[in-house]
């Protein structure tokens, strides 16, 4: 489930690969700074609301497919930075590709994290706007 899987393998996965490839190459350090702190934030401010949200979408019967993107994001991202892991300064042809790629990933993970927060904003003020028509009819 990948409510499941966004707190522990697929994060710890993608998190402990960039901490990996930051101290093996030289190349995309500043690139695996931006995502590591991405994934920082991510982890510290929005980890159990993000396994919230996917519970009660799921409860709710309502689509997950935020927190579907942001696994395989994840996932893509874990692929990605082990291939830099192994990255040698003497394949520079590849520079240019891995580095676009690596900030399409940051990007993606940003937008991902925005698109949750929105949702989890639209969700706090639709059960307000309820919760208000409710208070009127009880008080009619």
């Not at 300064?89 to 590709?97: A, G, T």
Request: with cysteine; proline share 1%.
């Amino acid at each position: 489930m990948a409510v499941e899987l966004l707190g522990g393998a697929v994060f710890s996965l993608l998190y402990d690969g960039v901490k990996k490839a930051i101290g093996k190459t030289g190349t995309f350090k500043y690139l695996l700074r931006d995502i590591k702190s991405t994934l920082e934030s991510l982890n510290k401010l929005h980890a159990t609301a993000i396994r919230e949200i996917g519970e009660y979408n799921l409860e709710l019967g309502l689509p997950n497919d935020e927190i579907e993107d942001l696994r395989e994001q994840m996932e893509e991202g874990a692929k990605l930075v082990c291939k830099l892991s192994n990255f040698r300064v003497w394949n520079y042809c590849c520079i240019n590709c891995y580095t676009d790629q690596l900030v399409d990933l940051d990007r993606s993970l940003k937008r991902l994290l925005e698109n949750l927060k929105l949702q989890e904003t639209r969700d706090v003020k639709e059960i307000l706007d309820l919760l208000r028509k409710y208070r009127i009819e009880l008080d009619e």
